[in-house]
């Protein structure tokens, strides 16, 4: 699978969230393709934004 990267630790933290917050499990897969599919990545941030940004990103 060319241009694909391998499920990492990211995926397992969003297993574990998805099984503590819903009580579900998931394969690595399933967790890929329920990020891809609205459009996002399981790419985490390389830095923090500051903290006036996100708290104006939360305020919604």
Known sequence: MAGR???GPWHARM???????FHKS????GITKM???????????ARRPPDAIRMRWLAG
Request: cysteine-free; aromatic content about 8%; hydrophobic content about 30%.
């Open 15 to 21: 297993r574990t969230l998805i099984g503590r917050r």
């Open 26 to 29: 998931f394969a690595l897969s």
């Open 35 to 45: 990020l891809r599919r609205p459009g996002w990545s399981h790419q985490v941030p």
């Open 5 to 7: 990267s391998r499920p």
